[in-house]
């Protein structure tokens, strides 16, 4: 039986969820992917509250940007998500990919974190 690419990714996101989980010390950075854009949290799951969050729907991200549904978006929303997770005291991190694979603007989002000082 072929999977559909939906059922795929839902897949692999129950297979990554199952393995990582948030806590106070390390919380987790989850990427959310659509198609006009990109959204990022940082997650305490032992208290399941999101302590950070940047996306290109912020105001100030689009306005600046040609689309939000490119790798110049995910990086720009990477550097905003680490500036935001330092301010508060986050430097280590883990690392939801969401069941996207870890290529293009996944990659690009993750690339730019670890840059702006994220540690996963």
Not at 63 to 73: E, I
């Amino acid at each position: 039986m072929k999977l559909t690419r939906r059922e795929s990714k839902q897949r692999r996101h129950r297979r990554v969820r199952g393995r990582v989980i948030g806590s106070p010390e390390r919380p987790r950075l989850a990427v959310f992917r659509s198609n006009e854009h990109i959204y990022a949290q940082v997650i305490d799951d032992t208290q399941h509250h999101t302590i950070v969050a940047a996306s290109t729907v912020e105001p100030e991200l689009k306005s600046s940007l040609a689309s939000g549904a490119n790798r110049d978006a995910s990086v720009q929303v990477g550097k905003l998500i680490a500036a935001r997770s330092l301010e508060k005291g986050i430097v280590k991190v883990v690392f939801d990919r969401g069941g996207n694979l870890y290529h293009g603007r996944v990659k690009a989002l993750a690339d730019a974190a670890r840059e702006a000082g994220l540690d996963f």
